[in-house]
């Protein structure tokens, strides 16, 4: 059973950054197509970023400001978050693509002046 930690979350003013992390166990990450999802309130989950061995895929939303990345080594995976609005706003969870895990806690992004 896979398990997912997602941390790196808090309250950024506009243009801020911030940068997640998302903690998997299991010996076969290396071979996941890993994303980054977010929910934010009375809206569906949506995927903003996923990577896989090769390459990297973003949402039309946070292209040009948001960076995925991922230590095989380590079993992790990041998403470096730049130049946030207050529509980034939302939980921000890891998972494979598609969603086949379990879903972690999450980690709560805030951007408000």
């Known amino acids: 059973q896979v398990q997912l930690v997602e941390s790196g979350g808090g309250l950024v003013q506009p243009g801020g950054s911030l940068r997640l992390s998302c903690a998997a166990s299991?010996?076969?990450?290396?071979?996941?197509?890993m994303g980054w999802y977010r929910q934010a309130p009375g809206k569906q989950r949506e995927l903003v970023a996923t990577?896989?061995?090769?390459?990297?895929n973003y949402a039309d939303s946070v292209k040009g400001r948001f960076t995925i990345s991922r230590d095989n080594a380590k079993n992790m995976v990041y998403l470096q978050m730049n130049s946030l609005k207050p529509e980034d706003t939302a939980v921000y969870y890891c998972?494979?693509?598609?969603?086949?895990?379990?879903w972690g806690q999450g980690t709560q992004v805030t951007v408000s002046s």
């Open positions: 990577i896989s061995r090769s390459s990297a």
């Open positions: 998972n494979r693509d598609p969603a086949t895990l379990g």
């Open positions: 299991g010996s076969f990450f290396r071979l996941y197509v």
